[in-house]
C-alpha cells in the first residue's frame, strides 16, 4: 500500500498551516483512514502542541533520518483517534540543514507505505526547510488567508511547488464574510482568480480555533465546533467527492488589491 | 606587544551612530511586518529620521503595508551585490519624507545574501539615520540569521498564542544575551481573556519574562489599513495608534508606561471580587 503525500504549504507563516493540517488528519483519521503527519519545521515545532501531544515525544524526524530509531518508534499516536492518527514530531533543538531532502522524501515514503494519508507540516519561508517539506511530497495544498501579502506570497510559493508537477489544492483561511461585503477584505473569488490553483477549501474565521489549538483539541472531536463540518467537506474533497460550496460571500471587489497582485 | 591605538575622536565630530533594532518572532503571521511598519511611522513621526529594511528576500512585504509596492525599483540584493547605490535603492514614505525604505528582492533566494555584507550594510546606514529597523522573516533558518546579523537590539513580536510563545521563546534563547530583546504582545482580544480563552500578557510573559513594549489589540482594522497600505499609526486618533506612538515614545527612551490593553471589568460582582481580592 502507498498512502498519499500532501504537503500542507503556504510561504506566509501564521496562515494555519498547522492548524490545518491537525485538523484535516484528525478528519480523515475519525473517516477511517489511517493518517500520518509530519511537522518539518525542524527547530520551530508546534504540531504536537496543537494535538496536544507534547509530553509524548520521545524520538524525532532527525532521529529517525540519522537512523537512531525506526519510524515505528518515533510516531506518536493520538489514542483519542485509536489506531488512525499519529504525528512524527520535529526535533526542536537542531537546526533545518539537519536533515537532507533525499532522507526527508526517504521517510515520507516509509510513511506512506503504513498510512492512506500522510501530511507535512511545511514550514514558512522558501529556504531549506520548505524544500525538505516538498521533497517527497506528491500533492500539495496551499493555505492562504484573504489578504494581500498571504496571498503575495502564497502566489511565489505556488510557482516554486509547479516545478514538481504536482497538483496543487487551495484552502482560503480565515475568512470574514462581513469585510468581504464591505469591501475591506477580498473575496474567495477574488483569491482564486488571483491564484489559479483548485479550491479545496474556504474556512471562515472562527475565534474558537485560538482556543481549541491552545487546548490541544482537534476539531474533529468537538460536536459543537461550527468548523468540524467546513473539515469534513474538506476532508471529503480530498477523497474526491464533489461537495458544492457554501457561498459565504458576495462579489468582493478590491482595486488596489487586484492591482498589486496581478501586476506580481 | 600593543598596538597603537587611535586618538579618540571628540564627541562632536563622531558620524551619527543610529539604533539597529530587529522585529523577530520565530512564528510567521503575528504581526513582524505590520509593527515594523507602524513603529517606523511613529517614530518618524517624532522628527527621527528612520530605515526600514525588509530582510524576507523572496517574500517581501513591507512594501505593501507600506503603499510602496509600486514605487519599488531596486532592492536590498541590488546594493548588497553593488549593482545600485543605497541612495537610489531606498523608497521614500509618502507620507513622512524622514521614513524610507529598502525592499526585499522578491526574485531571489535568501541563500543570496552574504551575512558579512548585510551587517556592513546596516553599519552604513546608521550613520545616516537615528533608527535602522530589520523587518526578519519567518523562522530561524538563514534568512533570520542574516536580518539579525547587523543588529545589535531586538523587538520580539508574539501573540497571546501557545505556539507562538514557544516560538519566541526558542528565539529568544538563539538571539543571545547582546539583543537586549523585548516584548510586544500583538493581537490581543479582551474578551477572549476574560472568558479564560485566551492566553493573558501576564501569562505570556510568565513565560518569556521580558520586558515589555507594549499590548497591541486584535482588530479588524489593522487588515484594513494593510491591505490600503496606510499604517494604523499614521491615524490621529484611536487606541491602537496611540499604542504604537506609545512604544516608539519608549524606545526613544521616553519615560512612559507601556500600552496596554484594558481588560474590561465583568461588572458589579467582578468588581466585590477584585475588592475582596484585593484585601485578601
Not at chain 1, 183 to 188: F, H, Q, R
Not at chain 1, 245 to 252: A, S
Not at chain 2, 178 to 183: A, C, D, T, V, Y
Not at chain 2, 207 to 220: Q, S, T
Amino acid at each position: 500500500m502507498s498512502g498519499r503525500r500532501i504537503v500542507v504549504t503556504s510561504g506566509k507563516g501564521g496562515v494555519g498551516k498547522t492548524t490545518t493540517t491537525a485538523n484535516l488528519g484528525a478528519t480523515l483519521a475519525k473517516r477511517g483512514h489511517r493518517v500520518i503527519l509530519i511537522d518539518a519545521d525542524i527547530g520551530l515545532r508546534n504540531l504536537d502542541l496543537v494535538l496536544g501531544l507534547e509530553k509524548r515525544i520521545v524520538f524525532d524526524v532527525v532521529e529517525v533520518a540519522e537512523g537512531r530509531c525506526q519510524l515505528r518508534q518515533a510516531l506518536i499516536k493520538d489514542k483519542r483517534f485509536g489506531e488512525q492518527l499519529s504525528i512524527l514530531p520535529a526535533a526542536q533543538t537542531r537546526d533545518k540543514d539537519a536533515i537532507t531532502e533525499a532522507q526527508f522524501a526517504n521517510i515520507v515514503e516509509q510513511a506512506a507505505a503504513i498510512a492512506d494519508y500522510v501530511f507535512i507540516d511545511c514550514p514558512a519561508g522558501i529556504e531549506a526547510g520548505f524544500r525538505n517539506a516538498i521533497a517527497g511530497a506528491d500533492e500539495a495544498i496551499v493555505v492562504t488567508t484573504p489578504e494581500v501579502s498571504a496571498i503575495r506570497d502564497a502566489d511565489r510559493v505556488i510557482g516554486k511547488v509547479a516545478e514538481k508537477n504536482i497538483p496543487i489544492r487551495l484552502i482560503v483561511n480565515r475568512l470574514r464574510p462581513e469585510m468581504v461585503r464591505s469591501g475591506d477584505m477580498l473575496s474567495v473569488e477574488d483569491v482564486c482568480e488571483i491564484l489559479s490553483a483548485e479550491l479545496i477549501g474556504v474556512v471562515p474565521d472562527d475565534e474558537e480555533v485560538i482556543d481549541t489549538t491552545n487546548r490541544g483539541e482537534p476539531i474533529a472531536l468537538d460536536e459543537a465546533n461550527k468548523l468540524r463540518v467546513v473539515y469534513e467537506k474538506i476532508a471529503r474533497r480530498l477523497e474526491g467527492e464533489l461537495v458544492p460550496f457554501t457561498n459565504f460571500d458576495n462579489q468582493g471587489f478590491f482595486g488596489r488589491l487586484l492591482g498589486v497582485l496581478k501586476a506580481g | 606587544m600593543h598596538e597603537v591605538q587611535p586618538e579618540p575622536v571628540p564627541v562632536a565630530e563622531k558620524a551619527k551612530r543610529g539604533r539597529a533594532i530587529v522585529i523577530t518572532s520565530g512564528k510567521g503571521g503575528v504581526g513582524k511586518t505590520t509593527t515594523t511598519a507602524n513603529l517606523g511611522h511613529a517614530l518618524a513621526a517624532r522628527g527621527c529620521s528612520v530605515a526600514l529594511i525588509d530582510a524576507d528576500v523572496g517574500l517581501r512585504n513591507l512594501d505593501i503595508v507600506l503603499g510602496l509596492e509600486s514605487r519599488v525599483k531596486h532592492n536590498l540584493l541590488d546594493v548588497l551585490d553593488g549593482t545600485v547605490e543605497l541612495d537610489d535603492a531606498i523608497v521614500r514614505d509618502k507620507h513622512n519624507s524622514s521614513l524610507v525604505l529598502l525592499a526585499a528582492a522578491q526574485t531571489r533566494e535568501k541563500d543570496e545574501v552574504d551575512t558579512e555584507k548585510m551587517k556592513a550594510l546596516v553599519e552604513r546606514m546608521r550613520e545616516s539615520y537615528d533608527y535602522v529597523i530589520i523587518d526578519c522573516p519567518a523562522g530561524i533558518e538563514g534568512g533570520f540569521k542574516n536580518a539579525v546579523a547587523g543588529a545589535d537590539e531586538a523587538i520580539v513580536v508574539c501573540t497571546p498564542e501557545v505556539s507562538a510563545v514557544r516560538d519566541v521563546d526558542r528565539v529568544v534563547g538563539l538571539l543571545g544575551n547582546k539583543f537586549r530583546p523585548q516584548l510586544i504582545v500583538n493581537r490581543l482580544r479582551p474578551a477572549l481573556v476574560k472568558k479564560g480563552k485566551m492566553l493573558s500578557v501576564e501569562d505570556v510573559n510568565a513565560i518569556l519574562r521580558l520586558p515589555l513594549l507594549g499590548v497591541i489589540a486584535d482588530e479588524p482594522e489593522i487588515i484594513v489599513t494593510t491591505n490600503r497600505g496606510e499604517p494604523i499609526a499614521l491615524r490621529k486618533d484611536g487606541a491602537t495608534a496611540a499604542a504604537y506612538h506609545a512604544i516608539a515614545a519608549k524606545i526613544a527612551g521616553e519615560d512612559v508606561a507601556a500600552p496596554t490593553v484594558e481588560i474590561k471589568e465583568t461588572g458589579f460582582f467582578g468588581r466585590l471580587g477584585a475588592l475582596f481580592g484585593g484585601a485578601k
